[in-house]
Nanobody, 122 residues
Framework: QVQLVESGGGSVQAGGSLRLSCAYSASTRCMGWFRQAAGKEREGVATINTRFDNPYYADSVKGRFTISRDNAKKMLFLQMSSLKPEDTAMYYC??????????????????RGQGTQVTVSS
């Protein structure tokens, strides 16, 4: 399994920005960010096909979040802007060598980090 460690979470006011980082031990074709709010199911936020660098976003974050990576540094990022209270959640980065696709799906990736908390206040 891929080792993943997230950082960069925190508390911000609505409209603010945060940049999440994820250090990974190995790249896989599909990598991504997921989140889970208290009392809710985990949901996909953004994925990236690391061969073609094409991203895929959940409708709820499209236009506000940007996923990127620096493979030389083995880092995955999630730039979050125009944050809303409903973005409050624990955010996880994920990887799975068995997940493939031109647009990487929000499937059940077998490696996840411990998460980093994002709290957005109104």
């Amino acid at each position: 399994q891929v080792q993943l460690v997230e950082s960069g979470g925190g508390s911000v006011q609505a409209g603010g920005s945060l940049r999440l980082s994820c250090a990974y031990s190995a790249s896989t074709r599909c990598m991504g960010w997921f989140r889970q709010a208290a009392g809710k199911e985990r949901e996909g936020v953004a994925t990236i096909n690391t061969r073609f660098d094409n991203p895929y976003y959940a409708d709820s974050v499209k236009g506000r979040f940007t996923i990127s990576r620096d493979n030389a540094k083995k880092m995955l990022f999630l730039q979050m802007s125009s944050l809303k209270p409903e973005d409050t959640a624990m955010y996880y980065c994920a990887a799975d060598p068995n997940v493939v696709g031109w647009l990487c799906p929000f499937s059940d990736y077998n490696s996840r980090g411990q998460g980093t908390q994002v709290t957005v206040s109104s």
